[in-house]
């Protein structure tokens, strides 16, 4: 069995929670402060009042360069991880480059495929979902109802206050991500009436901190925002954009990126250029992934990566 | 003689017309994200053709808006042209990989 039984707070449960982690990591938040799980599991959140959602990012419908000529394919399997869970998470939260060329037909097929998952989703764009029309075909397909002008937004679930934000228009030489000033202005006035002790969730494609920057893995104005998430006890950003898991903790802030269900790409400066990452066919899935988060009041947030191997 | 002479103003005219027309385009390659060469020098009237030899989708999109070249997103082996007929200082980037920066110069 590789799946989280996430009622199961046995050493039992934990195993089956790890394996569903496979190589990936495993961590709680609480009070804003990460800790490894013990090996009692007695940190796994999924107690009453708690609920579970998976992250799924880079989809990249439309790629078909050598590494994984079938993104769809990928994407499948990465939904079926979601489908064979023992209990359906409550939504899927989407981190942008749904698809590889803002293509009318890559925006349809993603929707096809992503509908087959029968959950909550909530979208936020990748540059590569904007290209030559600002975004207009993302938005007109899987923008939020309610949302800004801007594409942004946010909402409550199940105590946490989450945060959809657009940090890939508005991009000028030699910058990466732009949040821009009515962004920020609406996120200050935004979290304004929330209690500090509500654990926030800020979903944003491009990294929201200077991962590496010569590569565009960064996020200008980023700063801007946390002046606004400081007070929180408990902000965790969760990111696409990289294709792969880096994590960095901040004060109360916890930074994650997600892998991508379509194809690595290389560390940091590890290569020539950020471009796809070649890996034998047979390896592919091993660098490619979904998350999953659960959440409960008394233990706070914790967060497994899987590979699709 | 006069068979030489004008031997000589038809060889003259096409080389004057090769010059030409060697003078009316250019060649950008966008390769390893970076635009080669990421400076390019050409006379008013030159055609530059972008073409992208990635894995990665990249865009030619000029930096001041009123230029107005933009490209849509260029997958691998997809060129892009445009005709600079004004001098001046022409930066573009790709609008994909806002790191990604170039230069075209006309005068």
Not at chain 2, 43 to 68: I, Y
Not at chain 2, 79 to 89: R, V
Request: proline share 6%; charged share 15%; with cysteine.
């Amino acid at each position: 069995m590789d799946t989280i039984n996430s009622a199961t707070q046995t050493r039992r449960g934990l195993l089956k929670c790890m394996a569903w982690g496979g190589t990936g990591i495993l961590w709680t938040v609480s009070g804003g402060v990460p800790k490894g799980l013990g090996l009692d599991g007695s940190a796994l959140a999924a107690e009453a009042g708690g609920f579970s959602f998976v992250q799924v990012s880079d989809t990249h419908i439309g790629f078909k360069a050598e590494v994984n000529p079938d993104p769809a394919g990928t994407l499948q399997v990465a939904l079926g991880k979601i489908a064979a869970l023992p209990t359906a998470p409550a939504m899927i939260v989407h981190t942008g480059d749904v698809t590889h060329l803002s293509k009318p037909e890559e925006f349809a097929t993603a929707a096809d495929l992503m509908k087959g998952a029968r959950l909550d989703i909530h979208y936020v764009p990748g540059e590569h979902d904007v290209i030559g029309d600002d975004g207009k075909g993302f938005f007109e397909r899987f923008g939020a109802k309610g949302a800004t002008p801007g594409g942004w937004y946010s909402w409550d679930q199940g105590g946490v206050h989450f945060v959809a934000l657009v940090n890939v228009l508005g991009f000028t030489p030699g910058t990466g991500g732009t949040l821009g000033a009515a962004q920020l202005e609406w996120l200050e006035g935004d979290l304004k009436g929330k209690s500090a002790s509500m654990p926030v969730v800020v979903l944003a494609h491009v990294p929201l901190w200077p991962i590496y920057p010569q590569w565009g893995w960064a996020t200008g104005d980023a700063e801007k925002a946390f002046a606004s998430l400081k007070r929180f006890g408990s902000v965790t950003v969760l990111n696409g954009h990289i294709h792969q898991v880096v994590q960095k903790v901040e004060g109360n802030v916890t930074f994650r990126t997600a892998m991508s269900t379509a194809f690595p790409q290389p560390a940091a400066g590890q290569a020539p250029s950020p471009g796809p990452m070649k890996v034998p066919a047979d390896k592919l899935r091993t660098v490619l992934g979904v998350r999953r988060i659960d959440y409960a009041p008394a233990t706070g947030l914790a967060v497994a990566d899987t590979t699709l191997a | 003689m006069r068979v030489i002479r004008n031997a000589l103003a038809a060889l003259a005219f096409l080389c004057l017309a090769a010059n030409a027309f060697a003078a009316q385009t250019g060649a950008v390659t966008i390769d390893n994200f970076a635009f080669d060469p990421p400076s390019l020098t050409v006379a008013p009237g030159t055609k530059v053709v972008w073409t992208n030899k990635d894995e990665e989708p990249h865009t030619v999109t000029s930096v001041d808006k009123d230029a107005s070249f933009k490209s849509a997103g260029l997958d691998t082996d997809d060129s892009f042209s445009f005709t600079f007929d004004k001098p001046g200082t022409y930066k573009y980037f790709c609008s994909v990989h806002p790191h990604m920066v170039g230069t075209i110069v006309v005068k």
